[in-house]
Structures are given as C-alpha cells and as structure tokens.
C-alpha cells in the first residue's frame, strides 16, 4: 500500500512539473511581420520579482539591420527616449522609464521592418525599482530550444509572403 501511495504521489508530482509554465521572458506579439512593411508591436516584459516592480526598460535593436521606429506611444507613467536618432530614421534602441509597475508590462511600438527576410534578435534589460537587472539578452535559435533569458525576436518573412513562426516553446498570454 505504502508502494503504491508513493507512486501516486511520485507520479502526481511529475504531472504538475511537466505542466508548469514556461519561465518568464519577453517577446513581441505578434512575433513574424513581412519585409519592407510598418507594424504595430506590442512589447510583453513579464515581471519576475514579486517584490520589485519594472521601473526601465532598455530595448536594443539588432546591428545588422536597420528598423524604423514610425510611433512608441508614452504610456501614462513612463517616459520613452528613442536612441541614437529621431523618429523615422533607422535607430538603436528605444528606453522607457517610469512606474514602478509591479506586474507584466506591455509597450506598444510601430516599427518598419527591414527589407530582407530573417530573424531580427533584440536585447532587453529589465531594470526593477529595487535596483536588480534581468538581461535579456541570449539569442533565440529558430526552431531551437528556449535559453536562459532569450533576447525578443521577430522572423520576417519575404515580401508578398504570409507570415509565420514556428513554436519557439515558450508561452504565449
């Protein structure tokens, strides 16, 4: 009986691991856009701390290509520093600060994408009003495994083309 009780419990445990939710993470939705075209994004940065709230956020834009930032609306609360250059030019990155805001935090941000198909890899850093940082900044393998901390993405698909991403293995709210 003992045997059996503990293989339950075992059994029980293995169930609730396996349906865990993906760690925390940050990802633009929708995460695929066409080439050449202008989209609204929405930038998800989950909070990881139930003790600290999100207080800066610094995205960092990919070297290789550029992207034009069209419009990043300033959330009641925060502010919004385009580096490097001026709206509808190509940039290097985009800071908002402000909060603290103790739950996940979306920023909407219209962005042209470059005119060349592949994967765009950013790099966040999360800074909380409590002084941590979570660098978000390993790149993303298409078709891979999550890493730790995996920078966001976005694929580009060709021109004329429907966009798509393969599932990546992390959760989607």
């Known amino acids: ?4 009780l503990a293989l339950v419990a075992f059994s029980c445990g293995a169930v609730l691991v396996a349906s865990a939710p993906a760690l925390a993470h940050t990802e633009f939705q929708p995460a695929a856009a066409v ?3 202008t989209i609204e994004f929405n930038l998800l940065v989950e909070d990881e701390l139930a003790d600290a709230g999100t ?3 610094e995205l960092c834009f990919p070297d290789s290509v550029d992207i034009v930032v069209g419009t990043v609306p300033e ?7 385009i580096e490097d250059t001026c709206l509808g030019e190509a940039v290097k990155g985009v800071t908002w600060e402000g909060g603290p805001e103790p739950e996940n935090v979306n920023f909407a941000i219209s962005l042209t994408m470059p005119e060349t198909e592949g994967r765009l890899q950013f790099k966040l850093v999360q800074t909380y009003d409590n002084g941590e940082v979570d660098r978000w900044i390993a790149e993303m393998p298409a078709g891979g495994g999550e890493p730790d901390n995996p920078g966001p993405v976005i694929d580009v698909a060709p021109a004329g083309v429907t966009p798509t991403t393969a599932d990546d293995g992390h959760a989607h709210d």
């Open 1 to 4: 009986m003992k045997r059996t």
């Open 35 to 37: 080439a050449g075209e």
């Open 55 to 57: 207080s800066k956020i």
């Open 75 to 81: 959330p009641q609360g925060w502010t919004v520093a």
